[in-house]
């Protein structure tokens, strides 16, 4: 199921994630940088890039189940390696392996200008959708 197939959420409306999933087992998170999404530093607040991590690392799971099947974060690490000062944040999750029940997966995440800001690695439970039971 592609991301714009499964709908969107209040947090990333908030937030003004736009997602894209060129392909199967690939999705990009997107936020144009506004005041809110700053912390008290004037760079963008680390819970802002996990959600886009997060959320970028749900839809590429998404877009490789089946029928009946939906996902749940198990675990995700970020490691941030410069601050996120630019106007515009991309966040590309690819999905590593594909599991019966686990799915691992890849994240990196830019600014405006290419620039690396934060990479990150999860995995995601493949469970049966419970609204279908």
């Known amino acids: 199921m592609a991301v714009d197939e499964y709908g969107s959420f209040p947090l990333q409306t ?3 994630m736009q997602l894209e999933t060129p392909e ?10 506004g005041e809110h999404h ?5 760079v963008v607040h680390g819970g802002v890039i996990f959600t886009m991590v997060d959320t970028a690392m749900g839809g ?4 490789v189940l089946a029928d009946g099947e ?8 970020l490691r941030f390696l410069r601050p996120a ?19 691992h997966l890849e994240s990196r995440v830019r600014d405006g200008d290419g620039e690396l800001i934060a990479t990150g690695a999860g995995s995601f439970a493949v469970i049966a959708d419970p609204s279908r039971a």
Do not use: F, H
């Open 14 to 16: 908030y937030l003004g």
């Open 24 to 33: 199967p087992g690939r999705t990009v998170a997107r936020v144009d940088v």
């Open 38 to 42: 700053q912390n008290p530093n004037g």
């Open 60 to 63: 590429a799971t998404m877009s």
């Open 70 to 77: 939906i996902c749940a974060s198990i675990e995700v690490q």
């Open 85 to 103: 000062i630019g106007d515009q944040l991309e966040a590309e999750t690819t999905v590593v392996r594909q599991g019966r029940r686990i799915i």
